[in-house]
C-alpha cells in the first residue's frame, strides 16, 4: 500500500502525536467490530445484538444475568486473540526517543497491553475487570465459567463488568488525559474507529481547532468533517508499511 510521501512526513516530523483507536484496530486480531465496513466479512456485532440490551446499564437492570452472559460470551471470544501488527507498531512508537506519543482507545480488549503498550487511556474501560455496580469497589475473584451475576462481597450488590455502557459517562481522568492529549498534539492519529460515538468521536475535533493535523486509517473513510488526510487501508498493513 502506498501512503503519500506528504503524507509520510507528517506523521514521521509530527513532535506530538495523540493516537485515538477504534474497533477496527482489533479486527485483524479477529475481534468483531461494533459497526461494520462494506467490505467487511465478519458479522459486526451490533448487527447481531441490540446494544440497548447488551451495553447499556438499563439493559443491565433490565436482565442482569443476560448481560452478564454476553459480556462472559465476549470474553470467552477475546481469550485466544492475539495483539496484530498495529497493537505491537503503536507499543513501539511509544517508545519513541524523538515523539511524544499518547494513546487513547475506545477499545474494551485489553490487546494494546497485550502487544506491549504500557500506558493506555481506556475511555471505555476495560472488559477484563470487573466492580460492584452498588457499591463501585472493584471485583478481582476468578469469573471464568460463571454464568450468574456475582453478589458482590462488599455490600452483596451486583458484580459487572468494568466496561463504560450506553449512556453512562465515562471514566473522569480518563477522559480529563484524553482532552488534555487532544488539546497538546501536533497530529492526530483516529485509527479503526468509525467516529460515530461522542465523546470519543470528537476528541478529533478538539485537536484540529487547536491546529493539529488529523490522519485517519480505515478501509472506508469516515463522514468526520476535521480529518485531512485518510489512509484507507487496514490499520495492521498500514502501520507495517510506515515502519514507525
Ligand atoms: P452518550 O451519547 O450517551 O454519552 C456518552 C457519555 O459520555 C454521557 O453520558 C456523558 O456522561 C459523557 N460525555 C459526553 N460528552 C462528554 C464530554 N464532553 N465530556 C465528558 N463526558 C462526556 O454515549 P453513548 O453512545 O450512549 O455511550 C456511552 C459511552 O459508552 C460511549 O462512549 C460508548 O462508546 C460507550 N459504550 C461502550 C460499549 C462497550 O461495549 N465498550 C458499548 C456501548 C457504549
Ligand atoms: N483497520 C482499520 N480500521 C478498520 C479495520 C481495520 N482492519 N476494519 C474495520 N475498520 C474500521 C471500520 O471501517 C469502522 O470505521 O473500524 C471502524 C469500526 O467502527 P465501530 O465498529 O463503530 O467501532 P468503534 O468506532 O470503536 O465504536 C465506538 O461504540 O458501541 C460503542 O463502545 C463501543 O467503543 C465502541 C464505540
Redesign the pocket.
Known amino acids: 500500500m502506498d501512503i503519500e510521501p506528504e503524507v509520510l512526513a507528517l506523521i514521521q516530523h509530527a513532535k506530538r502525536v495523540t493516537i485515538l483507536t477504534g474497533a477496527g484496530v482489533s479486527a485483524e486480531s479477529g475481534v468483531a467490530t461494533f459497526r461494520a465496513y462494506k467490505e467487511e466479512t465478519q458479522e459486526s456485532l451490533w448487527s447481531q445484538y441490540d446494544?440497548q440490551k447488551m451495553?447499556s446499564i438499563d439493559g443491565f437492570r433490565e436482565n442482569p444475568n443476560r448481560v452478564w452472559q454476553w459480556y462472559q460470551w465476549r470474553r470467552n471470544e477475546l481469550k485466544n486473540k492475539e495483539p496484530n501488527d498495529a497493537h505491537k507498531a503503536i507499543a513501539k512508537w511509544q517508545q519513541s526517543k524523538t515523539q511524544n506519543v499518547t494513546l487513547i482507545t475506545?477499545n474494551?480488549d485489553g490487546l494494546h497491553q497485550a502487544g506491549g503498550s504500557k500506558d493506555v487511556i481506556e475511555?471505555?474501560?476495560n472488559i477484563w475487570r470487573n466492580h460492584c455496580l452498588q457499591c463501585l469497589a472493584d471485583y478481582n475473584g476468578d469469573v471464568d465459567g460463571v454464568e450468574t451475576v456475582i453478589e458482590c462481597p462488599e455490600c452483596g450488590g451486583q458484580i459487572r463488568p468494568s466496561?463504560?455502557?450506553?449512556?453512562?459517562?465515562?471514566p473522569e481522568q480518563a477522559?480529563r488525559d484524553a482532552e488534555s492529549a487532544s488539546y497538546s498534539c501536533d497530529l492526530f492519529l483516529s485509527v479503526g474507529t468509525s467516529s460515530q460515538?461522542?465523546?470519543?468521536a470528537?476528541l478529533a475535533a478538539l485537536a484540529k481547532s487547536q491546529g493539529a493535523t488529523v490522519i485517519e486509517v480505515n478501509p472506508e473513510p469516515t463522514e468526520s468533517s476535521v480529518v485531512d488526510y485518510c489512509i484507507e487501508g487496514k490499520a495492521g498493513e498500514v502501520f507495517k508499511t510506515l515502519n514507525i
Open positions: 446494544p451495553a475506545q474494551v475511555l471505555h474501560g466496561v463504560v455502557w450506553f449512556s453512562e459517562a465515562l477522559w460515538v461522542y465523546p470519543a470528537g
